[in-house]
């Protein structure tokens, strides 16, 4: 008992030293434990649940929450495959079979000797220099044959992840379209300089001139949620930026962290100076690990020429820090107040709104969540003024957007485009000469057929957060669907009825289509989910889960009926594969021991 | 009555009081709204999505919305109820709900409610999950299998006798209620039968031991009257 004790402490008192014993911290906590011990086991988790003075429930809670955290032994090296739908079209499935044999696994299983398990993960941000993997939550990009076998050898000979070859983990920015965001040049501290001659109220007012609209998707005026969280009684407000870009698809944060830091935490700094907040967190998804030292050491920088601390740039009283939040793999958390109770150290379950963060946020108190690309673009406003950045895009999208580009086109990356935009341009820019249909916006997002290329990016055309997903004339746009809807069933949070069963309902239909026994009864179920799903679930998610079947039903209808039976209905139970037990005792497989198929 | 302290639900004005929601205002008024998560007493859930209405014309829960005046809620409408019936489906095939074998039938609301919508098939195949009973506590069994993850028994547990013995831990359909005490059985926790966490299981989730059957089926509480009329009953219950 006092060994397990003295080494439990040894392990874990630096960790809890570093988070100042502060239960608010506990997915810190918990993460960096994991990447000491490989997993957390049951002492770690009675042990932090007392110095944290929390019930182990909640410790537990946490960790069965959130898919990157685990309470059994999971390998040294845990293996993880994008599985987004882009990751299946450069070939992620051949990939991960290859690894599984050459290592003598199967998926999910660890190996006999506790040194390595093989999974798949959702959309990792890697989709234009995908296939990817994560391993130990660090990034491999490029995924080849070659670099599997590579792989393969590394783990076997138990070689640790700072000695693989560092280009394995190198991640491009694979910008091709720089508008005004990212061809401005800004020396640090400029666009918080003149935010500061404007004053909080003259700063607010440009934001609300320039009519500049948030650019997480659901596109609320940035400036009218500054004041309303300026104006919100409260004793101290927060600043959060939320980098849990989780939507398959979407890959624009990370370059904006990777390469353009300074103009996300310099918009976090104008935000509290705007709003009155002295305390700023990212919200950094897990995905995105690699790059927490290095904006660490932005943050330090920052700090040691006063764009950060006490008195930032000799204003007195103006007081303003960062502090950066690692999530554990749950897209939910993208959904604001699923962000906060994360922050909070809790599962990401959406709260109940209204009330919203604006007025009731992080530790109930008043806070602006805002997209890493919109606060980015903050500094441009204080920069150029409200005036200058309405004169860019539509009336009523004004300024720019990041897109992710990805899937069949020759130069996938970052492209920022003025709103207004067509997809027609886009495409040509992007080379996609064979393109059938778009996915905008990710999973949750609008799936475009040719006849609407016309279409343009805009809030009041197709919304975007920014994903771009272009699919060929040779894709098969059921199986795209029926990714997506496997994506939601794995985040669903299990708050609601609807999403949480629902989802699982969907995946269960749209499987039974692909094995050729749909029927149009499936059809109809289908589409009576998503009607459910859409008007009763508690957020975002459940609401869009449905969305891709519903869209490429419309529109890609024959890549449904052609794997349909021409019958009114079909039995979900499948007598056949119910024989298989008894197949296996009897230790045959011959065809007699089946059903005909047609039975 | 004052128009200024009414609501219309289905074209009927409901009274309310300052801070009430929907759906207590619409209970106290002698109008049924279906529910689960919802309990007098304790803060509204908003999971089970039973008591979806359409306010307004937007779909939001009548047990988190607050009752304003002058606003129109649909509630009883061909459409809402088709939906609560699907909902209702979802929830007996995700558990493993065998109601005839059931103490709790007859007093169970996920039961009556599925009287009460015309359930009259579970529609869905299945999932038949493997999931634990729990007998280690000398007074009460803890029967996952017919859990809905209300949540009511935590929040009970935590809130009003302060034991915070239960918690909600997983996603998605992993979902499900652990125990707060080392080796996670309830027989380790101060648990009694007299916990307001005892007594707010909407279904039979949380059952007292050595009690079976001493009222017949056929003789309980929603056997005699159907849930709907039996709203003074779900807005005056106290466990």
Redesign the interface.
Known sequence: MSLVNSSAGGVLEPILERYSRNPRHLMQILRETQERLDFIPKWAVDYLAEALALARTQVQAVIDFYAFFYDSPRGKYRILFSDNVTDRMQGNTALLSRMLSRLGLTQGQVSGDGLVSIDTTSCTGMCDQGPALLVNNYPVTRLSSQRIDQICELVKSQTPLVEWPSEFFHVEDNIHRKDVLLSTEMVNGQALKHAIELGPQGMLAEMKASNFRGRGGAGFTTGVKWEACRNAPGQTRYVICNADEGEPGTFKDRVLLASFAERVFEGMTIAGYVIGASKGLVYLRAEYRYMLEKLQAKLEARRKTKLLGKDILGQKGFDFDIEIHMGAGAYVCGEETALIESLEGKPGRPRIRPPFPVTHGYLGQPTVVNNVETLAKATLIAQNGGAWYKGLGTKLSTGTKLLSISGDCNSPGIYEYPFGVRITQILEDCGARNAMAVQVGGAAGTCLARHEFGRKIAFEDVSTSGALMVFGDNRDMFEVARNFMHFFKHESCGFCTPCRVGTTLMCNLMDKIANGKGTGYEMNELSRLHQLLKTASHCGLGQSAGRPIYDTLQKFRPSYDRRLKQKDFEPAFDLDASLAPAREIMDRDDMDAHLGTDL | MNLEDTFIIDGTPIPFEPSQTVLQAALKAGVFIPHLCFYPGLR?N?????C?VIINGR?T?AC?ALARSGIEVENNTPELND?RR??LQ??F??GNHFCPGCEKSGNCQLQALAYELEMMTPH??H?FPSRKIDASHPEAFLDMNRC??CGLCVQASCEVDKK?I??????????HI???T?SGKLGDSSFALSDKAANVCPVGAILPKRHGFALPIGQRLYDTLPISSQTEFLTTRKA
Request: glycine residues 8%; positive net charge.
């Open positions: 509204p908003g999971s089970c999505k039973l979806t779909h829960s988190t939906k699907l909902m979802m929830l095939v995700e869905f195949s999932f809905i993850a915070n239960f918690a909600l831990s997983g996603r998605g359909m992993a979902s652990v125990i707060n080392p």
